[in-house]
């Protein structure tokens, strides 16, 4: 039976990328070797890593004075890499989930940081406007999308201090103005490719002024200088990066990545406003396009794990909701398809039908 992924991450990648790089871990370019037995400097791999970084600029149309890296240790160990390289004294952090708070409880063990804006009063179901953000910050934090809550802010903001963002669940999928940032990170298994490497995107004028000396693994002048090959980078997970990137080009780069996560949003979203099973998790303005939540209406509560069922005998993957939320989430990343979307209102709606 066909399935649609609609897990949070690791996730649903382009079946395209998934064959291309299957290919190469049978045999490198002809090479009789494995993608997984060669050595990341193979003449042949630098072209890989070149690409990838080339991609990643040209799709996000970076200016010039931003270096692009590939690390390890996922979007988890930017929480902390990020303060040790750029918190002086005191950084401001907008409290907007768990991957939020998780990075503000990293950066306390570097300086003082103040929780600019939060909105854990209602259980993160909306993202804090109009607050002030003190100008004496060294930099400001933000996650641009909320992966567990299904909030989301796609527009960049704007900030009086530098601005940083984890961008790890909705990178690729709009354009970014990219000068309004100083760092941008993103885990890359949810939007980008396979789980085991991170990508970070950082403003070079604003290295190597940390206050403290760093370990030369968590610098990031260190893999700047090196262009990402320190030492060993992952390698499969940066090929997939890079076919990833090539097929997002193909089909007409961030700006239609953008449409198309608008069409698919629109159409989860209409079916929970209508179904009278189902209701949204999140204020609508701040619903996100890549992970769409929802739960059984009161009087429905009791369905709650029929609807799962159901849904999984037709092919539904991953649509358990997180359980700080319970319910259900839908994700929809770039390889989402209309008919993933299609399938899964046809469920809601055939299930309704019997109740
Ligand atoms: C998944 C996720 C993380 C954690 O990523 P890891 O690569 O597992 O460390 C951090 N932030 C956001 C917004 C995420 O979605």
């Excluded at 940081?113 to 804090?128: L, Q, R």
Aim: net charge negative; charged share 25%; with cysteine.
């Amino acid at each position: 039976m066909k399935k649609y992924n609609f897990n949070a991450g690791p996730s649903m990648l382009p079946r395209e990328v998934i064959e291309n790089t299957a290919k190469q871990i049978l045999d490198f370019n002809g090479s009789g070797l494995s993608l997984m037995e060669i050595s990341h400097r193979a003449k042949d791999f630098q072209p890989v890593v070149d690409e990838a970084e080339a991609l990643i600029k040209e799709l996000l149309d970076i200016p010039q004075g931003y270096s692009v890296i590939f690390l390890g240790g996922g979007a988890s160990l930017q929480f902390m890499q990020i303060p040790a390289n750029f918190l002086m004294k005191k950084a401001g952090y907008v409290n907007t989930g768990t991957w939020a708070k998780k990075a503000q409880k990293e950066a306390k063990l570097f300086g003082e940081v103040v929780e600019v804006a939060s909105s854990a009063d209602k259980n993160y179901t909306y993202v804090p406007k109009n607050y002030t953000i003190p100008a004496d910050l060294d930099y400001l934090h933000f996650t641009t999308n909320n992966t567990i809550y299904g909030t989301e802010t796609r527009k960049d903001i704007d900030a009086p201090v530098p601005l940083i963002a984890d961008m790890s669940s909705d990178i690729m999928s709009r354009p970014v103005d990219v000068s309004k940032y100083t760092a941008i990170y993103a885990g890359a298994q949810k939007n980008m490719s396979m789980a085991g490497v991170t990508v970070v995107i950082v403003k070079d004028d604003m290295l190597g002024k940390a206050p403290r000396e760093l370990a030369t693994m968590l610098d990031y002048r260190t893999h700047v200088e090196k262009g990402s090959m320190f030492n060993t980078p992952p390698v499969v997970p940066i090929y997939s990066l890079m076919e990833t990137m090539r097929w997002v080009k193909a089909h007409g780069g961030v700006k239609e990545m953008d449409r198309l996560a608008q069409e698919r949003a629109k159409i989860v979203y209409d079916e929970i406003d209508r179904n009278k099973l189902f209701r949204g998790t999140v204020v609508a303005e701040d619903r996100s396009l890549m992970n769409i939540c929802f739960v059984m209406n009161d009087e429905y509560a009791e369905l709650e794990k029929p609807f799962f069922d159901f849904a999984t005998e037709r092919g539904m993957v991953g649509i358990k909701g997180h359980r700080s939320v319970g319910g259900f989430r839908a994700s929809c990343y770039n390889a989402q398809t209309i008919e993933g979307v299609n399938a899964l209102v046809k469920a809601m709606q055939d299930f309704e039908a019997q109740h």
